[in-house]
């Protein structure tokens, strides 16, 4: 039970001696002893006591606590903690309490355990657990209040205090280590303050881990949104894994997705009803190992009842890498591990039958064993079958090495290969990005198709290749550039990469994937963290092919407003406020600090996941008013379409329309559209892209700037596939010009290469289609449709083009079903000669 620890204020108490003697005893003293010696004496005492303090706040049975930025007190650099942050440390392990609301990496993690390191070294994030409630199945929202220390059989420990808001439940999480075990006890006391009985109470954790799987006994590495009923859950990093166990039965755990992929996993208890003043408890187990999810899953095994046994053997040859899959009939995995450099394996299974399969660049093998008590170990040789080899060299037309990405796919019965996590660029699922053209990769044996790709500009190459036992396959290709672009700079304004909360791709990885679809302009725009990605392109040798601009992105909390790009930087610079902010103080605060950077509201239709701005703030479209207070016009440009979206075509045609609204009005604004790329896969770099109209002589260090500039100002347009080139009066998107004799001519066209499907070429006048092409051109022309018109005008209008396609790209990106679209930013017409532009208005 929670109920024997308690909070002791004194700073300097130590779980043994305090080092501070009672008055009383001190008055006996004083019989004995002038008041001189008295006075030195306690001194002496409280300079002990104050030494203890300057090592540790609190200390005992080989555990110390201290608060971050205390008087005194260690810095907690090491394990990455922050000011305000609690830190509970053994010899062998110390955890990480986040103690503050307002740091920027930690927005909404307060009193979330947020980071576990073995031996005082962090060398991955926990992320996120925290407190969780469900009544009658639903979950509910469970506020934080305070964070403090505690005591339990002298030893100190961590105390989370919390509410849940909507109703009267009061819950008190004690966090401890365990020394003997070097594993970190949760227990959760939750007591029903309310005049009425609560029906069907769970209580729990949601914990959210970095980038990566959750795995799942019984389940396997779970890719989708499920619920199961498990005794633990786990996952594996790179060097450390995690687990959490339950202590009391199975918990009922609701594997959680967002747009980007995994988000959290709620585990709670089973229900039971709490009756006013009433209180129950829950108690789980963190465990972090320093190794794959065998030495966690024993772990977990163990604590939750389950007698193990043990799979030991070794594979060979010794392959390049090897994992181990045991798997319980008609069950997913129940464990799975990688195997040593030595080829050795050592699994930790509960008694019963399996399938242990070895996994290695050639193949697969599987074999049957039975753990039983009475024959608890059981010994294989696994086989790994001799991979084969494919090189890949890949160049443009004069023959120069390009950057690429190789999308394999096995021809059935060959399964396609898995080359890695989803946030390595040489190796995500069966996609590599390379930025040299050039590489080889081990694959088991059989037949692949495998397409080569640079982006929307290049034509694609596809071939069919056979990898036999002692052959190597080459993929040699030319790619040739089909789509003029000259003129303009292929952009991606909206990228994530490690520095963000929820990615785990490298800076040099996410410069990879762009130099694979040939991006030419890049901004970096995590969350609440400046990024620069110019050190990675150096160090790849590609700043002659990438420019990149300093950014962040404001993610928004408490309350959340949504998610703003603001760019260009300075590297150094600190991001902007983002808890407990306006939009209008915050846009404000942009301008002050930097007056020449873009305030980009990203994603801002996308409400389901609360993160749409001019959803939340209640913009009405057509009249530019927002019905909440704190809405904010002041900002520069709007993303008109995220890549979350482009699987999307009815929700990206109503994005379209609002926007075209927004543009009828007085106060108009400028439309990108970026990637919000997390990953490699899943969502690709450069889909879809902003092109920025730039001269091709303007020199490189004057480029970010005039990159803003003429986003600001609309001169670009955005695009998954088709590259349309407007004229109206002689201007381009982003100009003002003026009607000749109330007229003026439109002539657009619409390019694309081959893979690329386009049906459909629109022009839009104030929002309304004036003239449409159906384009029945063959593929192999790319340039697919023109029109030209003169158009008479009487007043002041926009005009802007629209490319569709009804044909997915999936040739190029697997992962998801996209359909081809492109718009231009409006070219402004002044009919009546007066040198302005006034706004057409919504009727």
Not at 343 to 366: C, E, H, K, M, N
């Amino acid at each position: 039970m929670v109920s024997d620890a308690h909070v002791d204020p004194r700073p300097w108490k130590n779980g043994r001696k305090s080092g501070i003697i009672s008055i009383v005893y001190i008055r006996s003293l004083n019989a004995l002893f002038p008041v001189s010696i008295l006075v030195a004496l306690i001194a002496a005492l409280y300079a002990n006591g104050c030494e203890q303090q300057r090592q540790y706040l609190y200390k005992g049975n080989g555990v110390s606590l201290w608060q971050v930025g205390a008087p005194n007190t260690p810095s907690g650099k090491a394990l990455k903690a922050r000011a305000g942050d609690w830190i509970l440390s053994s010899s062998s392990l110390q955890v990480v309490v986040a103690g503050t609301r307002k740091d920027h990496q930690q927005f909404g993690q307060f009193g979330s355990i947020v980071r576990v390191a073995l031996g005082g070294v962090v060398t991955e994030d926990l992320r996120e657990l925290k407190g969780a409630v469900k009544i009658e199945g639903k979950a509910r929202p469970v506020r934080v209040s305070e964070v403090k220390p505690a005591w339990r059989d002298k030893t100190p420990a961590i105390q989370i205090d919390s509410v849940v808001t909507d109703i009267g439940l009061r819950l008190t999480t004690l966090v401890e280590i365990r020394v003997q075990t070097s594993d970190i006890a949760l227990t959760t006391r939750i007591t029903n303050k309310d005049k009425a009985p609560i029906r069907a109470v769970q209580i729990g954790d949601s914990a959210f881990w970095p980038d990566g799987l959750t795995f799942a006994p019984g389940l396997g590495y779970v890719e989708a949104p499920t619920r199961g009923h498990l005794p633990w859950i786990a996952r594996q990093g790179k060097t450390l894994s995690y687990a959490v166990a339950f202590l009391e039965g199975k918990a009922e755990v609701d594997f959680n997705f967002l747009r980007e992929g995994p988000s959290d996993q709620v585990a709670v208890s089973a229900r039971f009803d709490l009756a006013p003043g009433k209180t129950n408890s829950y108690k789980r187990l963190l465990i972090a190992k320093r190794a794959d999810l065998a030495r966690v899953a024993e772990t977990a095994w163990t604590v939750t009842g389950q007698a193990v046994g043990r799979v030991k053997g070794s594979i060979r040859p010794v392959a390049n890498w090897a994992t181990i899959e045991a798997k319980a009939p008609e069950q997913g995995p129940l464990l799975v591990s990688s195997v040593s450099p030595d080829g050795s394996f050592d699994l930790p299974l509960p008694y019963g039958s399996y399938l242990i399969s070895a996994f290695s660049p050639g193949g697969v093998d599987t074999q049957s064993v039975s753990l039983q008590p009475d024959a608890p170990e059981a010994a294989v040789e696994m086989f790994a079958p001799e991979p084969g080899k494919m090189s890949y060299k890949i160049a443009n037309e004069k023959g120069d090495p390009i950057p690429v990405r190789l999308i394999v796919q096995g021809i059935p019965p060959t399964k396609n290969p898995v080359f890695g996590p989803a946030f390595v660029a040489n190796g995500a699922g069966n996609v590599l990005c390379s930025s040299t053209g050039a590489g080889e990769i081990e694959i088991a044996q059989g037949r692949y198709r495998v397409v080569v790709t640079r982006g929307i500009e290049y034509e694609l190459v596809q071939r069919n290749l056979s990898v036999d036992e002692g052959k190597g396959a080459v993929m040699r290709a030319t790619l040739k550039k089909k789509v003029d672009t000259s003129g303009w700079l292929a952009a991606d304004l909206h990228l994530h990469a490690a520095p963000s909360y929820d990615s785990e791709i490298s800076l040099e990885d996410r410069v990879t994937s762009l130099l694979a679809e040939s991006i030419g302009f890049a901004v970096a725009t995590d969350h609440n963290v400046v990024t620069d990605y110019q050190e990675s392109v150096n160090r790849l040798g590609a700043s002659g092919l990438l420019i990149t601009a300093a950014g962040v992105e404001v993610t928004t909390v408490e309350p959340t407003w949504g998610h703003f790009n603001v760019w260009p930087l300075s590297s150094a610079s600190a991001p902007p406020p983002f808890a407990g902010i306006t939009p209008s103080e915050l846009f404000a605060y942009i301008r002050e600090q930097a007056p020449d950077a873009l305030i980009q509201v990203n994603h801002p239709w996308m409400n389901e996941y609360g993160i749409g701005y001019l959803d939340i703030a209640g913009l009405d479209a057509r009249k530019g008013v927002g019905k909440h207070k704190g809405y904010s016009p002041a900002f520069d440009v709007i993303e008109v379409i995220n890549g979350y979206e482009i699987k999307d075509r009815e929700r990206v045609e109503a994005n379209l329309r609002a926007w075209f609204n927004l543009l009828n009005l007085e106060r108009h604004y400028a439309a990108t559209g970026g990637s919000d790329s997390h990953r490699v896969i899943w969502q690709t770099a450069g889909y879809p892209r902003t092109y920025i109209r730039i001269p091709e002589e303007t020199p490189p260090d004057a480029i970010v700037q005039q990159a803003a500039a003429a986003i600001r100002a609309g001169r670009s347009l955005v695009t998954t596939g088709p590259f349309i080139r407007l004229k109206v009066g002689g201007g381009e998107p982003g100009d003002l010009v003026p009607a000749v004799n109330g007229r003026v001519e439109i002539s657009v066209s619409v390019s694309a290469p081959s893979w690329i499907d386009v049906d459909n070429l629109e022009v839009v006048v104030n929002g309304e289609s004036i003239a449409t092409s159906a384009i029945r051109a063959a593929k192999k022309k790319t340039e697919r449709a023109r029109i030209s018109l003169r158009l008479p005008v009487s007043k002041d209008c926009w005009v802007a083009a629209v490319a569709r396609g009804g044909t997915s790209l999936h040739e190029a990106l697997p992962y998801v079903e996209a359909l081809p679209l492109a718009f231009t930013n409006p070219v402004y017409v002044d009919a009546d000669g007066d040198g302005l532009y006034t706004a057409p208005g919504n009727t």
